[in-house]
């Protein structure tokens, strides 16, 4: 078990768990004949006392590298499988909001569970918070900055399934910006 410090938030609108993971598997990771390592996310909020599990991957969910393909090392090999390039690594992303009371205190527990397959690495582990623009949350929506010169932000609260279209006039009443859309509208435009 990897344990993080001790994190206090106050109340943010999203918490949210970042890292880099690399892992491959020693063997052919959708065999079910072979012990799979497995990597689990716990998080507590009394000190270890109690867990819950916010993320949990193993075999061909873990492995970074192509599970058709996975590395051979010879019997005397003693090191495994060691990251040598950035396409090995994958980046994960756990939000952490539901299970994190407003002003409350918490940490992280990486669990790495070995079933004699091979080695697992994190790196650039980072537990942040988000808070938004109380315009934001009031409107629904915020465009940045007002006025603009050459470009701006359209942000919505959430995702505007139902935005059929957006038009952005000057002050002399010409059309700056016409887009449509077709139920593939971001929360974060940049127009």
């Known amino acids: 078990d990897l344990f993080s410090p001790l994190v206090q938030v106050a109340s943010p609108d999203s918490v949210y768990l970042k890292f880099d993971l690399a892992h491959a598997s020693r063997r052919f ?32 969910d873990l492995t970074t590298l192509d599970p058709n393909f996975p590395p051979s090392f010879s019997s ?14 994958r980046t994960e992303w756990i939000d952490l909001t539901k299970f994190v009371p407003a002003n409350s205190k918490f940490q992280v527990i990486f669990r790495s569970t070995s079933n004699r397959g091979n080695n697992t690495f994190l790196d650039k582990i ?6 938004l623009p109380a315009r934001l949350k009031q409107a629904g929506f915020m465009i940045t900055p007002n006025p603009f010169e050459g470009s701006f932000v359209v942000r919505h609260l959430l995702p505007p399934v139902n935005l059929k ?15 449509t859309f077709n139920g593939n509208a971001s929360n974060y435009m940049v127009v």
């Open 29 to 60: 990771p959708g065999s079910t004949g072979v012990p799979l390592d497995t990597l689990e996310v716990l998080l507590t909020t009394d000190c270890g006392k109690t867990t819950r599990s916010v993320y949990k991957k193993w075999g061909e």
């Open 76 to 89: 005397t090999d003693t090191v495994g499988f060691v990251p040598t390039s950035g396409n090995q690594w």
């Open 126 to 131: 980072d537990i942040s918070t988000i808070v």
């Open 165 to 179: 279209g957006m038009r952005v006039t000057n002050s002399t009443g010409q059309t700056v910006v016409a887009r």
